[in-house]
């Protein structure tokens, strides 16, 4: 899923700085033995506090286990609960001061800009000083996460620091190293640095530098050529992958003119489709650059909508939906794994099935009442079906559960505004505009929006 999940935020710098970093400097200096209790979650991770949990790493000689998710993030949602909460993670994690971080909080986003992440979830390996030596993206299941972190992390005690030192020296292993960490963290720029000194092909490589040319102004005739190069030699190298799908995809929307490269797609999802030994292949061969899919098929004929899309092939989208519902029909859900009951939302709203869609989201919001992310999924659906009405009350709960989000506040004025509640509107505004989170430069759009919103309410 990291494919979709990529969030950017600032470029990531090992330099110290802000608060945040003066508090974890302030930690280095003084060692402090007097370690205040925690609060833990339900899993037993400590809440949103790393500074403590790194006094509490370094009293009891322990590496921190810091993961960045949010409500919202399936992947995120069956890590939380599915595997953490198991006895073979808990077993196999003894030896981890553990720490939650909802990268939702605005006092968090000085956190995940200093270790650089963009993907959800991601999980930082690091010393008791707060300094990173391994990383994992996405959603693992208990056995496979356990086993990673039992073989990988004990032998990869280095800072990225001293990594870049050897890979200076000429040291194979530290650059493959960063290159892979620069790929998790989706820093294609650096990526590309490190990939150019290893001259062995690999899906990952090929990845990363089609990535590298995708984030470049595209407008411009010479990046434009080196990105269909890119995605060209990637599609040689590695025709049957999964990435493959994706990356004809890219080409056809980039260089409209390719036909051929939209058939071909249609047979390779078609084929992996008609067989699930291929299928399980692709999807194992892929899972380091495009992550964990919880619905692998649901995945292929979602490409195949968006291929007949490209070509605008009617007969063959509806077709292809009418697959997709048959598929998603098949599924079992039950509301212990609202991880993967977010997962299936997107396919159900693709295939038609909106009302199932809504139903499970309206189950979730019942089973899990103090939970923000179902009523502003729902309050999201209401504003997309123009159901205001229906809308108003989890708009309204989603800001009491979580009043420092600007988004919330926003898609609740939106409402209000919708159903003629000017007073209550302008008050939403009011209080929107007086957030933290109102002074961030990468928030300027949704200002700019919410007094616009403001202006028709005059």
């Not at 609060?39 to 949990?53: P, Q, S, V």
């Not at 420092?404 to 159903?419: E, R, V």
Request: proline share 3%.
């Amino acid at each position: 899923m990291r494919r979709f999940l990529r969030i950017f935020f600032v470029v990531y710098t090992f330099h110290f700085h802000s608060a945040w970093a003066r508090s974890l400097a302030d930690t280095n200096n003084s060692r402090d033995s007097t370690v205040t209790e925690p609060t833990l979650n339900h899993n037993g991770f400590i809440k949103e506090d790393l500074i403590l949990a790194r006094k509490l790493a370094q009293t009891q000689n322990k590496l921190l286990f810091i993961d960045f998710g949010a409500p919202w993030c399936p992947a995120c949602v069956r890590l939380d609960s599915e595997v953490f909460g198991t006895e073979e993670f808990k077993n196999g994690t003894k030896k981890f001061i553990k720490v939650a971080i909802n990268v939702d909080l605005v006092n968090n986003h000085e956190l995940m800009e200093h270790y650089g992440v963009k993907s959800f979830p991601t999980i930082i390996i690091a010393t008791d000083d707060g300094v990173e030596v391994y990383r994992i993206l996405d959603y693992s299941p208990t056995t496979a996460l356990v086993r990673e972190l039992k073989s990988n992390v004990r032998h990869h005690l280095v800072s990225v620091i001293e990594l870049e030192k050897k890979a200076k020296n000429g040291d194979i292993k530290s650059i493959q190293r960063l290159a892979h960490r620069a790929s998790l963290m989706g820093d294609s720029l650096a990526g590309a640095k490190w990939f150019a000194l290893i001259p062995e092909k690999s899906l990952e490589k090929s990845q990363v530098l089609t990535d590298f040319w995708s984030e470049k102004d595209l407008k411009d005739p010479v990046n434009k050529a080196n990105y269909e190069k890119a995605l060209r030699e990637a599609l040689e190298i590695f025709p049957s992958s999964l990435n493959a799908i994706f990356w004809r995809l890219d080409l056809a929307k980039s260089d409209k003119e390719n036909k051929a490269v939209l058939a071909a797609n249609i047979l390779a999802i078609r084929k992996l489709l008609d067989s699930p030994k291929d299928l399980e292949k692709a999807f194992q061969d892929s899972r380091s650059t495009l992550g964990e899919f919880t619905f692998e098929k649901a995945l292929l004929q979602s490409k195949l909508i968006e291929t007949y899309e490209t070509a605008r092939d009617e007969p063959n989208i509806k077709t292809t939906k009418l697959e997709l519902g048959k598929e998603m029909s098949k599924v079992t859900l039950t509301l212990d794994k609202p991880g993967v009951v977010l997962s299936s939302l997107a396919y159900f709203r693709e295939a038609g099935m909106g009302v199932l869609a809504e139903e499970w989201l309206l189950k979730l919001a019942k089973a899990y009442p103090d939970d923000y992310a179902y009523p502003m999924k729902l309050t999201s659906w209401y504003l997309k079906t123009k159901d205001y009405a229906k809308g108003l009350p989890y708009a309204e709960k989603t800001v009491a559960l979580f009043p420092g989000s600007l988004y919330n506040f926003k898609q609740l004025a939106t409402i209000q505004t919708q159903l003629k509640q000017t007073a209550e509107a302008k008050k939403t505004i009011e209080k929107a505009l007086a957030l933290p989170e109102a002074q961030f430069e990468k928030n300027k759009q949704t200002i700019q929006e919410l007094k616009a919103l403001e202006k028709t309410l005059e």
